[in-house]
């Protein structure tokens, strides 16, 4: 099925909105570089980026996108500036403060999968509260990866496997890839079927590594501030249109 693009013509109520994938994984980047071309100080293009998420979880649940992940902070994003990392380190607690009953209204469930540790100590509250407050609900979940990267979150896996190897709560004969899959943290969720870049680049960056081995990607050129529920369908589409073989003819 085609996924019919809004028009100047037409009304958003008008529109159909099939059934998407059931996790999309998102690198939203661009934020910084939307920001340096309009002169502005690369911090507005992240505060920019926040409405953009809004939209974009907003079509997800429209399209009934069962897990929507989105890259907000990396281990390896301590490396800029100091004043650029406690900015973007204020804006999930800036981002539940205003959005949340929005997210509440749009039955939205709030996780969060990354090393915590380090994470301001008020933002890392106001996460929780945001986990706790939609604990109960049962639509989209929106996995928050905050300090996340992908080889720690599979050493940390391998650590846990291990003590459980030792303490006999776990067999040799038992360890397989399933097994593994239940001690990241992502677990008991489906493993991303497309994963969405913005900002012209072409890599993971160390995002979800062991969980999309077999995902469609999708990569555009429009920075993250620019990225809209167009292109999010746009993305949906050709996805829906590619054949996905595991490995089979």
């Keep these: 099925m085609k996924i019919p ?16 994938p059931d996790h999309i994984a998102i690198i939203m980047d661009g934020n910084g570089r939307w920001a340096q071309k309009r002169g502005m100080p690369r911090i507005a293009g992240h505060k920019e ?17 069962k897990f929507l992940t989105i890259y907000t902070f990396s281990t390896e994003n301590w490396k800029r500036p100091k004043s650029e990392v406690d900015f973007i380190l204020k804006l999930p607690k800036e981002f ?14 709030i996780e969060t999968i990354g090393n915590m540790e380090g994470i301001p100590a008020s933002t890392r509250e106001a996460v929780q509260y945001a986990v706790d407050r939609t604990r109960h609900n049962d639509g989209l979940q929106l996995n928050i990866a905050l300090n996340y990267g992908g080889r720690n979150e599979i050493l940390d896996a391998m650590k846990k496997m291990h003590a459980d190897l030792i303490d006999a709560k776990l067999t040799l004969d038992e360890v397989n890839e399933q097994q593994l899959s ?15 870049r913005t900002g012209g680049e072409k890599r993971l960056s160390n995002f979800l590594l062991w969980q999309l081995a077999y995902t469609e990607f999708w990569f555009t050129d429009i920075l993250w501030p620019d990225f809209s529920e167009r292109e999010f369908r746009q993305a949906l589409e050709e996805f829906r249109n590619r054949k996905r073989r595991y490995g089979s003819i």
């Design 5 to 20: 693009f809004i028009n100047d013509k037409q009304s958003k109520e008008s529109i159909v909105y099939p059934e998407g």
């Design 182 to 196: 239940n001690y990241l943290d992502t677990a008991g969720a489906a493993e991303p079927d497309l994963l969405i």
């Design 49 to 65: 980026g926040i409405s953009t998420v809004v939209k974009i979880v907003k079509a997800a649940v429209k399209c009934k996108v």
């Design 96 to 109: 539940l403060h205003t959005y949340l009953p929005d997210l509440l209204t749009n039955n939205v469930r």
